[in-house]
């Protein structure tokens, strides 16, 4: 028997503030906006700015009147004009809260960057009478919601389309990375609160005192907080470790994404604030063990899967990872608690439970 898709009597609006290719909140918006548009239920994505790769998935704010009669959904995770837009609008609205950033990590590296995450902060206080239905895409998010005043407030997971990660990977890229040394892998933004500099000491020590072949990489855009970046990366030097040891890629093509996860030997987390932090899932999607700092969400989206630490301390962390490295039947375990979480997962973020809310409205 086919799929009966039949017409539901309903317009989406979801408004970003950007639209971007590879960011995770993008993605879990065009991820929300296709599983729509396959139940019969008219869709758009509406943004202020839009990455020229992907212009084609989304609709720019200036160029389109939104319709008075949908139901508008805000992600919001920075401070942007569409606060106000949200404030006058009536009609039935939907907050996902991706989470900001809390302003002291920025401070010493950005002056701009802390304005603008207390302006969000800001933002989310003026905006806590605004919604019908307000999502946190995690506990720990929603609790900040709460703590504001918003109103109904959920949970429902960051939507990752898991198909993505069936894609044929760079075979070059994974030749390059695949010799006698395990790989430490981390993947994020270069920004202070992933703590980039706590995964550098971990690896000096390991490299010292337990063994000279072992890699960090380190997958993000190295470019969006310069200052940082040249301050992990004159730490590492300082350390007298060469780019074969600390290997920062860069933001990579989906391929090469791929690649890098395929030849990870362990998942290392130091993050001190996520509000989600989606590297954990992908971990489990390719079974490679994770080690993490358990800091805001993190305890929570790994859900059972994987060895969370309270202790930063270099000389203990580095054993851990020793002892995942080396322990077959721990790894074993580990890759089978991360198959476990992805089944969990799919069940959390079922699309026709936030579709079943949106309909209540």
Not at 37 to 61: H, M, N, P, W, Y
């Amino acid at each position: 028997m086919g799929f009966f898709c039949y017409k539901i009597a309903m317009t989406v609006e979801q408004f970003l503030p950007a639209f971007h290719y590879g960011d995770a909140v993008s993605n879990s918006a065009l991820a929300l906006h296709r599983f729509l548009l396959e139940r019969g239920v008219t869709s758009r994505l509406i943004t202020l700015t839009c990455d020229e790769s992907v212009k084609d998935q989304a609709v720019l704010f200036r160029d389109r009147k939104p319709d008075p009669d949908s139901l508008k959904i805000l992600h919001f995770a920075i401070p942007s004009p569409l606060t106000d837009f949200f404030l006058e609008q009536n009609g039935k609205k939907i907050l996902i809260y991706h989470n900001i950033t809390p302003a002291h990590f920025f401070a010493g590296y950005s002056d701009f960057l802390t304005r603008f995450v207390t302006a969000g902060r800001e933002h989310l206080g003026r905006l806590s009478d605004c919604f019908d239905l307000s999502l946190g895409v995690s506990q720990y998010n929603a609790g900040e919601l709460r703590d504001l005043g918003f109103r109904d407030v959920r949970v429902f997971p960051l939507l990752v389309n898991l198909d993505d990660y069936v894609q044929e990977p760079s075979r070059a890229y994974m030749e390059l990375l695949k010799n006698e040394r395990k790989n430490i892998l981390f993947t994020g933004r270069i920004t202070p609160n992933k703590k980039i500099e706590d995964l550098i000491r971990v690896v000096f020590f390991y490299k010292k005192y337990i063994s000279p072949a072992v890699r960090l990489i380190v997958v993000g855009n190295t470019r969006s907080l310069p200052k940082y970046f040249h301050a992990v990366s004159d730490l590492a030097a300082r350390f007298y470790l060469t780019a074969e040891d600390v290997f920062f890629t860069g933001h990579l093509p989906m391929d090469e994404f791929l690649a890098v996860y395929r030849v990870a030997d362990v998942f290392l987390s130091m993050s001190e604030h996520e509000g989600f932090c989606l590297p954990l899932l992908e971990s489990c999607v390719f079974q490679v063990p994770l080690l993490a700092y358990d800091a805001a969400a993190v305890a929570e989206t790994m859900d059972g899967a994987g060895i969370l630490f309270r202790d930063k301390d270099a000389a203990r962390t580095a054993g851990l990872v020793e002892q995942v490295l080396e322990d077959r039947s721990l790894r074993q375990q580990l890759q089978s608690q991360a198959g476990a979480r992805i089944g969990r997962y799919r069940r959390q973020a079922d699309p026709e439970q936030l579709l079943a809310w949106l309909q209540q409205l």
